[in-house]
C-alpha cells in the first residue's frame, strides 16, 4: 500500500475554523449510520479534560448519513470527510488520518461513549516511554461487563476459541487461549482492537496505516502485528475505559459481517503464515464450517 501522505490537505466540512494552534490529539471517528450513538460518542470526547485541544475528524461514510446535528457540538472542533463511495473500516481511517493535523492519533468507533479522563490516560501512557507503543483502552457494555478488546495473535488452534467462533461461544471462558481477560493494571499484550486505540501518526504513518484490502475486521490486528515486526509494542490501559454499544453498526448486517469475519481471517493468514502447505489446506475447512455453523446459530437466533 502506498504511504498515507497524512498532511496533504482534505475538503472537509465542519464546526468552524481549524485550530490555531496545531491538535494536540486527532480523534479519527469513522461513521457508518450511526447517527444515534455518534451524538451520545461527542458528547463524550466534549466533556474530557482535553477537548479544547483535540480536533475530531469524522469520516461519513456513506457521504449521504445527515450529520447536521454536528452544528450542535460548536464547542469542539469537528470536521467531517466524506467519501465518494462505501469503505472498509481500513480504508475509511487512513483517509480520516489524511485529514488529520494531531501528532497523535485515537482511533474511536462512534458507538464508544468515553470516561471522562480516557482520553488523557491514554496519551500519558502511549507517550510516557522511548519505546514505540499502540495503546487499547478497556471496554464495558452498557451494563457495566467487560469486552474483551485484546487478544493473542491468531493461530489455527487458538482462532478456533475467539470470541466469535461457534466453538468459543460453546467453551465458554477458554482461560486466554486467543482473547486475553481484564487486567487491573496496564499489560502488554500482542494485538488490540481500533475500536478505541491510541498510536503516533509517525508510527501510523511507518506502518503505512491500515491495509486497505481487509473490508472489515482483523485490519487492526494486522496492524498490531506488523508493529510487532517493527520492534513495537501493544499496551491495554485499564485507566482508559469505554462504554461500547458493541456491533452498532454492524449489527445491519448480521449475517455479512459473519461472512466478512471469515474472510479476513483467510485473508489474514494467508498474508502471515504461508509457510506450511497443511495450513492452507486445513484452514479453510475449518473456517467454513465455522462459518457455517453461526451463520446457521445466526438464523435460529432470529427465530426465537
Given at each position: 500500500?502506498?504511504?498515507?501522505?497524512?498532511?496533504?490537505?482534505?475538503?472537509?466540512?465542519?464546526?468552524?475554523?481549524?485550530?490555531?494552534?496545531?491538535?494536540?490529539?486527532?480523534?479519527?471517528?469513522?461513521?457508518?449510520?450511526?447517527?444515534?450513538?455518534?451524538?451520545?460518542?461527542?458528547?463524550?470526547?466534549?466533556?474530557?479534560?482535553?477537548?479544547?485541544?483535540?480536533?475530531?475528524?469524522?469520516?461519513?461514510?456513506?457521504?449521504?448519513?445527515?450529520?447536521?446535528?454536528?452544528?450542535?457540538?460548536?464547542?469542539?472542533?469537528?470536521?467531517?470527510?466524506?467519501?465518494?463511495?462505501?469503505?472498509?473500516?481500513?480504508?475509511?481511517?487512513?483517509?480520516?488520518?489524511?485529514?488529520?493535523?494531531?501528532?497523535?492519533?485515537?482511533?474511536?468507533?462512534?458507538?464508544?461513549?468515553?470516561?471522562?479522563?480516557?482520553?488523557?490516560?491514554?496519551?500519558?501512557?502511549?507517550?510516557?516511554?522511548?519505546?514505540?507503543?499502540?495503546?487499547?483502552?478497556?471496554?464495558?457494555?452498557?451494563?457495566?461487563?467487560?469486552q474483551p478488546s485484546c487478544r493473542k495473535f491468531p493461530t489455527i488452534s487458538n482462532i478456533l476459541f475467539s470470541r466469535g467462533s461457534f466453538?468459543?461461544?460453546?467453551?465458554?471462558?477458554?482461560?486466554?487461549?486467543?482473547?486475553?481477560?481484564?487486567?487491573?493494571?496496564?499489560?502488554?499484550?500482542?494485538?488490540?482492537?481500533?475500536?478505541?486505540?491510541?498510536?503516533?501518526?509517525?508510527?501510523?504513518?511507518?506502518?503505512?496505516?491500515?491495509?486497505?484490502?481487509?473490508?472489515?475486521?482483523?485490519?487492526?490486528?494486522?496492524?498490531?502485528?506488523?508493529?510487532?515486526?517493527?520492534?513495537?509494542?501493544?499496551?491495554?490501559?485499564?485507566?482508559?475505559?469505554?462504554?461500547?454499544?458493541?456491533?452498532?453498526?454492524?449489527?445491519?448486517?448480521?449475517?455479512r459481517r459473519i461472512l466478512w469475519h471469515h474472510f479476513s481471517v483467510w485473508k489474514y493468514f494467508l498474508k502471515h503464515y504461508h509457510r506450511?502447505?497443511?495450513?492452507?489446506?486445513?484452514l479453510p475447512i475449518l473456517l467454513f464450517a465455522n462459518c457455517c455453523l453461526s451463520l446457521l446459530a445466526e438464523m435460529c437466533s432470529l427465530?426465537?
Amino acid at each position: 500500500m502506498a504511504a498515507l501522505g497524512r498532511y496533504s490537505r482534505q475538503t472537509v466540512s465542519g464546526t468552524g475554523e481549524f485550530l490555531s494552534i496545531k491538535p494536540l490529539v486527532s480523534i479519527i471517528i469513522v461513521n457508518h449510520r450511526a447517527k444515534a450513538v455518534l451524538e451520545d460518542c461527542l458528547t463524550a470526547i466534549g466533556d474530557s479534560s482535553l477537548s479544547a485541544s483535540l480536533e475530531v475528524i469524522i469520516v461519513n461514510n456513506p457521504p449521504e448519513d445527515d450529520l447536521s446535528f454536528i452544528e450542535n457540538f460548536g464547542a469542539l472542533n469537528i470536521r467531517i470527510i466524506p467519501t465518494e463511495k462505501r469503505l472498509g473500516f481500513g480504508a475509511a481511517c487512513n483517509l480520516g488520518v489524511r485529514g488529520s493535523s494531531g501528532d497523535i492519533l485515537l482511533l474511536l468507533n462512534p458507538d464508544v461513549i468515553l470516561k471522562k479522563d480516557a482520553i488523557e490516560n491514554l496519551k500519558v501512557f502511549v507517550s510516557d516511554s522511548t519505546e514505540k507503543r499502540i495503546t487499547v483502552g478497556r471496554l464495558t457494555d452498557p451494563n457495566g461487563n467487560f469486552q474483551p478488546s485484546c487478544r493473542k495473535f491468531p493461530t489455527i488452534s487458538n482462532i478456533l476459541f475467539s470470541r466469535g467462533s461457534f466453538l468459543g461461544k460453546i467453551a465458554g471462558k477458554t482461560n486466554g487461549i486467543y482473547t486475553l481477560p481484564d487486567y487491573l493494571t496496564p499489560t502488554q499484550v500482542e494485538s488490540g482492537a481500533a475500536a478505541l486505540m491510541m498510536i503516533f501518526a509517525e508510527t501510523y504513518n511507518e506502518l503505512n496505516g491500515f491495509d486497505e484490502s481487509f473490508f472489515m475486521y482483523m485490519e487492526d490486528t494486522d496492524l498490531c502485528y506488523r508493529h510487532f515486526l517493527n520492534k513495537g509494542s501493544v499496551w491495554f490501559v485499564p485507566e482508559a475505559e469505554g462504554v461500547h454499544k458493541w456491533g452498532y453498526s454492524t449489527g445491519q448486517y448480521r449475517f455479512r459481517r459473519i461472512l466478512w469475519h471469515h474472510f479476513s481471517v483467510w485473508k489474514y493468514f494467508l498474508k502471515h503464515y504461508h509457510r506450511s502447505p497443511g495450513e492452507i489446506i486445513f484452514l479453510p475447512i475449518l473456517l467454513f464450517a465455522n462459518c457455517c455453523l453461526s451463520l446457521l446459530a445466526e438464523m435460529c437466533s432470529l427465530r426465537k
